[in-house]
C-alpha cells in the first residue's frame, strides 16, 4: 500500500476543518487527513479500502458503516503501553500523530498466509469448534486451542499495564435522553423547558446525529442550525448537561443507568489529572431512548468484499466527510431512503453506475434522476459481488424477470432498511416486537420510567423523530409535575413515508456473510437449521452469530430471517436472543476505575502503623487491615528468628503488640445486659461493673460464631470485643438481633472499633513499664487491679484511658485503650519508657506462637464447623437462659461422643517440624477416610519448649490425651509420630496471668 | 436496584446487604426444636412478590422489611424493623 494522498476527499464540503491537516499512520503507512474525520472517513479519504483481515477465513475486509456498530474496521489504536485493540475505526477520532494498525494478519494485512483457511472452508462451518479437533484429547490444550487462538483471533492487548486512568462518577435527573439526533434534542428540549433536569447523552462528539449526514430542513432553517440553536437554548438552561462522546450502554433497575464517556480517547495522552474514559452511573426519574437506528445489509454472495457499504454509511462518508467511499457507485436498495445516497454521490460529482432496486416501483422523480445522469434502475437483486482486497470488481444483478445484468463500480452501497436500536428498552429481558410494515422489531415497553423516541421506536421520518421526541419529553417531565410549558415542537416538512420490500438473502453459489465479524455465513445457518439447533439462542450459540464487540447490530435480523424461512416460521415467531448490558464494549479499565493495583481495595492502617513501618515492621494483609506481623532487627536471617525473640522477650521481660483491629462495639442501655445474655452462650448481666469475661457467640444453628471479651463500664455500658475477621458481620448480626429479634430490649449499639487504639503489653514486667506510664495515683497491684478487671485510668500527661487486665499470650498482661489519636503518641512512649526493661514491639506472628502455646482458639479452630463443646468451651454454655442458637446446639449430631474436639499435638521427635493440614491416623491404621481422625489446624514453633506444637481437631480427642498417633500429612509425602495431649501447653494453671 | 430507606432516601443498593424471607419468626425459648429448626432453615424463595430483610451497612445500620418482586426488582414497600432508630421511649 503506498500513501498516495487524500485520493478520495471531496473538493469541498463536509463538517471537517481543512484548515486542521492532521498526520496519522496506518500500519506503518504515513498519511493526512482533518480534524473532524474519523479514522475510518481518513482512511477513506486516503482511497484505502482494505482496513482487516475477517475472524475465521482471513477475508479481506473494508469498512461497512460509521458508527459503533462497525463489525469489520477493527484496529489496534495507538502503540506500547497504550495500545488498545479491537476499536472501532469508525468511531476514532483522528488526532494528529494517531498509530493504528490492522489485526488478525500475518505476515502483513495486503498478503496474508491465513488467508488458506478459505480453503479449508469446509471445516470451520458452524459448530466446527464441536466437530473437529476432537481426537486425541491430550492434544486440545497443548496443540489445537493455541492454533486456533493464533489462527482466529482479535488484537492483542498491550503487553504492558495501562499508564492511563479512569474514573467512575455518578450523576442523578429528572430525565435521561439517550442520543442526540433530532428526538434526542426535541426530547431535552421540551423536558428541559418544562423545568426538569436534563442529562443529555451523545455517542458522538458532536449532537445531530443522522442530520450530520443528512441534513434537512427545521423550523424553515437548515438542519445545522436549528442544532445550532438547540444546544444554545439547552447550554442556557441551568439544570440540563450535554455530554457528548458519552453512550448509555446499560439500563439497571429503578432507573439507573450506565454510560461511557470517552473523556481523551480523542487526544495521543490524556492530560494531567484526566482520565481517559469515564464510567458514569447515571440515576433518572424517566429515560427517553433516542437512539436512533441502524442500517442493515442484504446477504448476498461476496457481500463482505471491501468496497460493499452501507448506503447511510456512504452518505455519511460523502456528506459530513467529504471523503468518497467509491468514485463510481452502485446502489442495491430496497427501500427509498437509499436513494438518498444516489443524491449525495451525484451532489458531490461522484458518479452513479446504476441502481439496483428490489421493488416492482420506483418514484417518478427517481427514473427522472437516472434519466438525467444516465444510469440504469434495475428491477431487482444483487445476486453476487466479485473483487477482492482492492475492492469491488463486477456487480452481478438478478433481474426481477430471470435475466441477469452486470454492472462494474468501484463501490457498493447496500440498504436492505433500518433496525430500530432496540438494545436498551431490552435490556431488562424484555423481548421487541415485530412489525410487519417496516419489516423490523421495534420496542415493547422497556423498563419502567424508559420510553423509545424517533426512529429507535420505528418513526423514520425527520418531522416524526421531532415530533416524538418533543412529546415523550415533555410526556416525562408532565409525569414528574413539572409544569412550564415545553414549547411548541420543533417541525419540519419531511414527513416521507417509510417502505420497504424485505430482502434478506439472495441464494447463491458464493460466500454469503450474515454476521461479518464472526464469518458466519447463510450456509452456516442452514446447517445449523439442519442439525436441529433452530432456538435462536441455540443459532447464536452454535454458529456464534451475532456475539463479539459489535453484538449482530448488523447481522441479527438477517440470521433470524434465514432461519425462519428455512423452518417455515415468522421472524417474530423465531425470536430474538436475550439483549443484555453493555450496549457498546465496555473496556475492564473503565470498570474498575481507580480500583486497581494499591486502589484494589481500601486499606486500613493501625493507628500504630506510622511507627512500625518506621521500625521497618512487616505487614500482613489481614481483611482490608495491614498489621505488623513481625518487626525484623538488623542480622536476624529470617521471620523464625525474629518471631522467637519477639515471643522469648515478652516470656521474660515485657512486649507489646497493637490489637486495635479487634472490633469494638459499645452497647448502652438499661437492657444491653440482657442483650448480651441473648447473644452470647455465656451471662453477662451478672459481671460485676468494673470487669471483663470471654463470652462465645452461636449462630442460630448452634455452631459458634465468634468470640471475644466483654467488659462492663457501668450498669448500663458494656464494651464488646469481636475479632478482627467478624467486626462488621458481628455488627451486623448484634443490629439484626436488636431491631428485629429482640425490639423490646431497651439497648443501642454504637461500632467504636475506629475510635480507640488498644495495646496488648504483656510479660513479667509490665507493671513496671504500666508505671512509667499511667499517672502514679492508680494502684496497679494484684490487689488494685486483679486479674479480668477493668478501669479508666489516668496517663502521665492528663489523657484518660482504660485498662483491661486480660491476657491472649498467657503473661501477666494489661490491654491498654486510648483514643484513637493518641495511639501514635502511646507506642512511642511505651518504646520510651519500655527501654530500660528491654521493651519488645511483637506482631501477629508472636501473637499466633503465644496463643498455640497458652492453648486459646481463633480463626483455624472457630473454622464454621466447630460447636462450643469442641473447642472445649462447652461448660460455658448457661442451662438458665435461652440464646442465640441454644437449642439447635442440642442436636444429636453436635453432641455426638465421636465430634472432633480441640486437643494439643506435638511431634514425638522433637525435632521434626508440625505442618497443618496433616491428618491425625490411629497407630497401625492405614490412612483413609474411614480412619481418619481429625487434623492438624494451628502450628507454630515454639520457643518456649523448643519444639514445634499445634492444636488439632481430633475424634475423640479429650479421651486420647498422651496417645501416640500418626500425623498423616499425603500432600507433602510426610507420615511421623505425634503425642496428643492438653491443648494448654503454657502455665496450665494460669498462674502467671493472675499473678 | 435502589431502596428508599426511610431514615436515609433511596439509596444505590451496593449500600445494603441482603438477608431474604422476612416471614419467619423465631420461635420462644420453650417452642421445642422442632419449630426452631424450621426458622433456620425452612425458607420461602418465591419467584414474584415477597418480604424480604435488608441492611443498611453502608448507611444508618437499620434492618428494612422490603416488599419486593423478586422477577420484576419493583419494590412496593420499605418500612424499618420494630427495634431500628431512634431509641425507645422509657417505658
Known amino acids: 500500500m503506498s500513501a498516495g494522498g487524500?485520493?478520495?476527499?471531496?473538493?469541498?464540503?463536509?463538517?471537517?476543518d481543512r484548515g486542521k491537516p492532521l498526520g496519522f499512520s496506518f500500519d506503518g503507512q504515513t498519511m493526512s487527513g482533518y480534524a473532524g474525520d474519523t479514522l475510518a472517513s481518513a482512511l477513506i479519504a486516503n482511497g484505502v479500502k482494505l482496513v482487516g483481515r475477517s475472524f475465521k477465513y482471513h477475508r479481506p475486509r473494508g469498512i461497512l458503516t460509521a458508527g459503533s456498530e462497525e463489525p469489520n474496521a477493527l484496529v489496534e489504536l495507538r502503540s506500547g503501553a497504550r495500545r488498545e485493540p479491537n476499536t472501532r475505526a469508525t468511531t476514532v477520532e483522528l488526532y494528529d500523530g494517531l498509530v493504528a494498525a490492522s489485526q488478525n494478519r500475518w505476515p502483513s494485512l495486503s498478503f496474508d498466509l491465513l488467508s488458506v483457511n478459505q480453503l479449508a472452508a469446509p471445516i470451520f462451518v458452524a459448530g466446527f469448534y464441536y466437530k473437529t479437533f476432537m481426537w486425541p484429547g491430550a492434544l486440545w490444550e497443548k496443540f489445537y486451542e493455541p492454533l486456533i487462538r493464533r489462527a482466529a483471533g482479535l488484537g492483542r492487548a498491550a503487553p504492558e499495564s495501562d499508564p492511563d486512568h479512569y474514573e467512575k462518577a455518578w450523576a442523578h435527573c429528572d430525565v435521561l435522553v439517550a442520543g442526540g439526533g433530532p428526538a434526542g434534542l426535541a426530547a431535552a428540549l421540551a423536558a428541559g423547558r418544562a423545568g426538569a433536569r436534563v442529562i443529555l447523552c451523545e455517542e458522538d462528539a458532536t449532537l445531530g446525529g443522522r442530520l450530520l449526514s443528512d441534513g434537512g430542513t427545521i423550523d424553515s432553517m437548515p438542519a445545522a442550525d436549528w442544532v445550532a440553536r438547540a444546544v444554545e437554548e439547552l447550554g442556557a438552561m441551568p439544570d440540563v448537561r450535554i455530554m457528548t462522546r458519552t453512550t448509555v450502554t446499560s439500563a439497571f433497575d429503578h432507573g439507573t443507568h450506565a454510560a461511557l464517556e470517552r473523556v481523551n480517547d480523542h487526544v495521543p495522552v490524556p492530560p494531567e489529572h484526566q482520565p481517559r474514559q469515564r464510567l458514569w452511573r447515571i440515576v433518572a426519574k424517566r429515560t427517553v431512548v433516542a437512539a436512533g437506528a441502524l442500517e442493515r445489509p442484504v446477504v448476498f454472495g461476496g457481500n463482505d468484499v471491501p468496497g460493499v457499504m452501507l448506503a447511510s454509511a456512504v452518505r455519511t462518508y460523502i456528506n459530513r466527510y467529504a471523503a468518497a467511499p467509491a468514485k463510481r457507485l452502485a446502489l442495491f436498495t430496497n427501500n427509498d431512503d437509499g436513494w438518498k445516497t444516489v443524491d449525495a454521490a451525484l451532489a458531490s460529482g461522484l458518479t452513479i453506475a446504476g441502481v439496483v432496486d428490489a421493488r416492482a416501483e420506483v418514484s417518478a422523480g427517481q427514473r427522472a434522476l437516472a434519466s438525467k445522469h444516465g444510469f440504469a434502475v434495475l428491477n431487482g437483486v444483487v445476486d453476487h459481488?466479485?473483487?477482492?482486497?482492492?475492492?469491488?470488481?463486477?456487480?452481478?444483478?438478478?433481474?426481477?424477470?430471470?435475466?441477469?445484468?452486470?454492472?462494474?463500480?468501484?463501490?457498493?452501497?447496500?440498504?436492505?432498511?433500518?433496525?430500530?436500536?432496540?438494545?436498551?428498552?431490552?435490556?431488562?429481558?424484555?423481548?421487541?416486537?415485530?412489525?410487519?410494515?417496516?419489516?423490523?422489531?421495534?420496542?415493547?415497553g422497556g423498563p419502567v420510567g424508559m420510553v423509545a423516541a424517533g426512529s429507535a421506536n420505528g418513526v423514520f421520518s425527520l418531522a416524526g423523530c421531532l415530533k416524538e421526541g418533543h412529546a415523550a419529553g415533555a410526556a416525562a417531565a408532565?409525569?414528574?409535575?413539572f409544569g412550564n410549558s415545553a414549547g411548541a415542537a420543533p417541525s419540519s416538512d419531511d414527513d416521507a413515508t417509510y417502505a420497504l420490500k424485505p430482502v434478506w438473502h439472495v441464494k447463491g453459489k458464493k460466500k454469503a456473510f450474515v454476521d461479518f465479524q464472526n464469518d458466519v455465513t447463510a450456509s452456516d445457518v442452514a446447517l445449523a437449521a439442519l442439525e436441529g439447533f433452530q432456538s435462536v439462542e441455540h443459532l447464536k450459540r452454535y454458529t456464534t452469530l451475532g456475539m463479539a464487540t459489535d453484538q449482530g447490530k448488523t447481522s441479527n435480523t438477517q440470521g433470524l430471517a434465514i432461519m425462519a424461512e428455512l423452518t417455515g416460521r415468522s421472524i417474530p415467531e423465531t425470536g430474538t436472543t436475550i439483549y443484555r448490558p453493555p450496549y457498546v464494549p465496555v473496556a475492564i479499565g473503565a470498570l474498575a476505575g481507580h480500583h486497581r493495583d494499591e486502589n484494589f481495595h481500601s486499606v486500613r492502617l493501625t493507628p500504630s502503623h506510622h511507627w512500625a513501618a518506621e521500625q521497618g515492621a512487616v505487614f500482613v494483609d489481614t481483611g482490608l487491615w495491614k498489621r505488623a506481623q513481625w518487626y525484623p532487627k538488623k542480622g536476624e536471617k529470617d521471620w523464625l528468628e525474629s518471631v522467637t525473640r519477639e515471643v522469648k522477650a515478652v516470656r521474660s521481660g515485657v512486649g507489646f503488640c497493637d490489637v486495635s483491629t479487634l472490633g469494638k462495639i459499645d452497647v448502652h442501655g438499661p437492657d444491653a445486659g440482657a442483650f448480651l445474655d441473648r447473644v452470647y452462650i455465656n451471662t453477662f448481666s451478672s459481671l460485676a461493673v468494673g470487669k471483663a469475661r470471654y463470652g462465645l457467640m452461636l449462630r442460630e444453628d448452634g455452631i459458634v460464631y465468634d468470640d471475644g471479651t466483654t467488659s462492663r463500664l457501668a450498669e448500663d455500658h458494656y464494651f464488646l470485643t469481636t475479632t478482627t475477621a467478624k467486626a462488621g458481620p458481628v455488627m451486623q448480626h448484634l443490629e439484626f438481633c436488636r431491631q428485629i429479634l429482640f425490639p423490646e430490649l431497651d439497648v443501642q449499639l454504637a461500632s467504636v472499633s475506629d475510635q480507640w487504639a488498644q495495646f496488648s503489653i504483656a510479660g513479667p514486667k509490665v507493671r513496671d513499664l504500666l508505671k512509667e506510664i499511667v499517672d502514679p495515683s492508680e494502684d496497679l497491684s494484684n490487689e488494685g487491679f486483679p486479674f479480668m478487671a477493668v478501669r479508666e485510668v489516668l496517663l502521665r500527661g492528663g489523657v484518660k484511658a482504660r485498662l483491661f487486665r486480660i491476657s491472649f499470650s498467657g503473661e501477666m498482661a494489661f490491654e491498654i485503650s486510648v483514643p484513637a489519636r493518641f495511639g501514635d503518641a502511646l507506642v512511642r512512649k511505651l518504646m520510651t519508657a519500655g527501654e530500660k526493661f528491654g521493651v519488645t514491639p511483637y506482631g501477629t506472628e508472636a501473637l499466633g506462637v503465644m496463643r498455640v502455646e497458652k492453648g486459646h482458639v481463633a480463626g483455624p479452630e472457630l473454622n464454621g464447623m466447630t460447636t462450643a463443646a469442641d473447642l472445649g468451651l462447652g461448660k460455658m454454655m448457661s442451662t438458665k437462659k435461652d440464646f442465640i442458637g441454644r437449642v439447635m446446639a442440642g442436636r444429636e449430631a453436635l453432641v455426638a461422643p465421636d465430634r472432633m474436639v480441640v486437643v494439643g499435638i506435638k511431634p514425638v521427635d522433637q525435632s521434626r517440624r508440625l505442618r497443618s493440614g496433616a491428618h491425625i491416623i490411629k497407630k497401625g491404621e492405614v490412612p483413609s477416610p474411614d480412619t481418619d481422625g481429625g487434623y492438624v489446624t494451628s502450628v507454630c514453633f515454639s520457643p518456649t519448649f523448643d519444639q514445634w506444637l499445634g492444636l488439632g481437631l481430633v475424634t475423640h480427642g479429650r479421651e486420647r490425651i498422651g496417645e501416640i498417633a500418626v500425623a498423616h500429612d499425603p500432600l507433602r509425602g510426610e507420615d511421623y509420630e505425634v503425642e496428643l495431649c492438653n491443648p494448654v501447653f503454657y502455665d496450665p494453671e494460669g498462674g502467671r496471668q493472675r499473678g | 436496584m435502589r431502596i428508599a430507606c426511610p431514615f436515609c432516601g433511596p439509596r444505590e443498593n451496593g449500600e445494603f446487604s441482603y438477608l431474604g424471607d422476612a416471614k419467619p419468626k423465631r420461635p420462644g425459648p420453650d417452642a421445642g426444636e422442632e419449630a426452631v429448626y424450621d426458622y433456620v432453615y425452612l425458607r420461602d424463595n418465591v419467584a414474584g412478590e415477597m418480604e424480604e430483610f435488608w441492611y443498611h451497612g453502608g448507611g444508618c445500620r437499620s434492618w428494612l422489611k422490603v416488599r419486593?418482586?423478586?422477577?420484576?426488582?419493583?419494590?412496593?414497600?420499605?418500612?424499618a424493623a420494630a427495634g431500628a432508630g431512634a431509641a425507645k421511649a422509657a417505658s
Do not use: C, Y
Request: proline share 3%.
Open chain 1, 6 to 16: 487524500q485520493t478520495h476527499r471531496l473538493a469541498s464540503g463536509g463538517l471537517i
Open chain 2, 68 to 79: 419486593r418482586n423478586t422477577v420484576t426488582h419493583e419494590i412496593f414497600s420499605v418500612e
Open chain 1, 385 to 444: 459481488v466479485d473483487g477482492g482486497k482492492a475492492g469491488t470488481g463486477k456487480i452481478a444483478v438478478a433481474l426481477a424477470g430471470g435475466a441477469t445484468a452486470t454492472l462494474e463500480a468501484d463501490g457498493l452501497a447496500v440498504s436492505g432498511g433500518w433496525n430500530p436500536s432496540v438494545g436498551l428498552t431490552s435490556q431488562h429481558r424484555g423481548r421487541p416486537k415485530w412489525r410487519d410494515d417496516i419489516a423490523a422489531f421495534v420496542p415493547d
Open chain 1, 478 to 481: 408532565a409525569d414528574l409535575g
